[in-house]
Each structure stands twice: as structure tokens, then as C-alpha cells.
């Protein structure tokens, strides 16, 4: 069983940079296709960032192009999401997530098996 755990959350000013990881142990990333998903209260999980078990493809939500930068170190067994130009609006909790997805875009929560517990990212202005 894949256990993911997230670091790397706090507390930024407005305009500021977070990097977000996601470390496994019990098995290898090598093989899941990796996502960065954030929940804010009641709200269904939104997706942020997937990148493709190779890391050859990434995906990126159309509003956050400019800001994120999905990565992964297979040998590392790690998954990082750095995130520019942080926005109020960017406050959540933050999981990562593995699945074993092959075809289309990775971005409907329902894809993946794996959860990570959270991290949670607060902007202050």
C-alpha cells in the first residue's frame, strides 16, 4: 500500500512562493501518475497539477498555468509542486494523490487510488 505524505505548507505573504512535497513510502511513484488537488471547506477537491508516470507530460489548471511547476524525482520517490505569485484565493489544503492513470487528462479526483492527509497553505495579504 503507497503512503503519501505532504510538506512543505504554511503560512506566505501574498505574492510569495511555496514548494510543496509529497514523499511515498511502502511503493514506488515510478509507475502512478501523480496530482496536487486543494479543498477548501466543504468544497469538492479542485484540481491543481498532474504530472504523467515519466514525468514526460504535465498538466496544469487553465488558471494557474503561469504560476505552478509540477515535478517529480523517481528516484526520490517524490512529487514537488512549486507555486509563484501566491494569491489569497490560493489558500487550502493541499493533497497529492497516485493513480494508476494511462489516457487523458488526470484532473477528476475519482482517478486516483491514493491520498496524502493534506498540507495546508495559508496567504496572508
Known amino acids: 500500500q503507497v503512503q503519501l505524505v505532504e510538506s512543505g505548507g504554511g503560512l506566505v505573504q501574498a505574492g510569495g512562493s511555496l514548494r510543496l512535497s509529497c514523499a511515498a513510502s511502502g511503493g514506488s511513484l515510478s509507475s502512478y501518475t501523480m496530482g496536487w488537488f486543494r479543498q477548501t471547506g466543504e468544497k469538492e477537491r479542485e484540481f491543481v497539477a498532474a504530472?504523467?508516470?515519466?514525468?514526460?507530460?504535465?498538466y496544469l489548471a487553465d488558471s494557474e498555468k503561469e504560476r505552478l511547476t509540477i515535478s517529480r524525482d523517481n528516484a526520490k520517490n517524490t512529487v514537488y509542486l512549486q507555486m509563484n505569485t501566491l494569491k489569497l484565493e490560493d489558500t487550502a489544503v493541499y493533497y497529492c494523490?497516485?493513480?494508476?492513470?494511462?489516457?487523458?487528462?488526470?484532473?477528476?479526483?475519482?482517478?486516483?487510488?491514493?491520498w496524502g492527509q493534506g498540507t495546508q497553505v495559508t496567504v496572508s495579504s
Open positions: 504530472i504523467s508516470w515519466s514525468g514526460s507530460s504535465t
Open positions: 494523490a497516485a493513480g494508476p492513470i494511462r489516457l487523458g487528462v488526470p484532473s477528476s479526483w475519482k482517478l486516483y487510488l491514493y
